[in-house]
T-cell receptor
């Protein structure tokens, strides 16, 4: 099976702009989670989508949003970019039954976002 | 809220030596997962522990879940240069229907000296 893919891999934006990141999960995986990784804060959960619905949300401002499509692909959007949004954004997919637990999360290579 | 703490933050190891990294939670965990992230890479799942007192081995790696399910450890024997990377523990981020939300520890960055 192909792994989790994320596009673009690298992105440079300026403050105030907005950005959209894309994630394609492993075939058959319906749960997609997004994480932000920075040297200072480590890995922080952004949100999880399952069956096109946001199931969980982390402690991030409303500038961070996401969605999931019927084919389980997911996008996240960050509006009004700030310097502190510079980070590696990781997407992870997992197999998850409705209402049930799932096993490991499979991470994509990430999108490295730099805000100038 | 739940916090997952991991120590040490850095671990310098001579090749061939053993080391252990520890993970502690402020609350009881239903399960704990371990991931490894190589430099420049992304986290890769290593193992999940579910039962109290559970011990699992993967070649030179031994994972343990505490009896109270509030702590876990990863012990690596005879460290090799391929063990370089950051090891993260992660617990469920909430109580119900939170399986897609992982609370990661800060990680232990392992450097191996030949």
């Amino acid at each position: 099976k192909a792994g989790v893919t994320q596009t673009p891999r690298y992105l440079i934006k300026t403050r105030g702009q907005q950005v959209t990141l894309s994630c394609s999960p492993i075939s058959g995986h319906r749960s997609v989670s997004w994480y932000q990784q920075t040297p200072g804060q480590g890995l922080q959960f952004l949100f999880e989508y399952f069956s096109e619905t946001q199931r969980n949300k982390g402690n991030f401002p409303g500038r961070f949003s996401g969605r999931q499509f019927s084919n389980s692909r997911s996008e996240m959007n960050v509006s009004t970019l700030e310097l502190g949004d510079s980070a590696l954004y990781l997407c992870a997919s997992s197999f998850r039954l409705a209402g049930g637990p799932h096993n490991e999360q499979f991470f994509g290579p990430g999108t490295r976002l730099t805000v100038l | 809220g739940q916090q997952v703490m991991q120590i040490p933050q850095y671990q310098h190891v001579q090749e061939g030596e053993d080391f252990t990294t520890y993970c502690n939670s402020s609350t009881t965990l239903s399960n704990i997962q371990w991931y490894k992230q190589r430099p420049g890479g992304h986290p890769v799942f290593l193992i999940q522990l579910v039962k109290s007192g559970e011990v699992k081995k993967q070649k030179r790696l031994t994972f343990q879940f505490g009896e109270a399910k509030k702590n876990s450890s990863l012990h690596i024997t005879a460290t090799q240069t391929t063990d370089v990377g950051t090891y993260f523990c992660a617990g469920p981020g909430g109580v119900t229907d939170s399986w897609g939300k992982l609370q990661f520890g800060a990680g232990t960055q392992v450097v191996v000296t030949p």
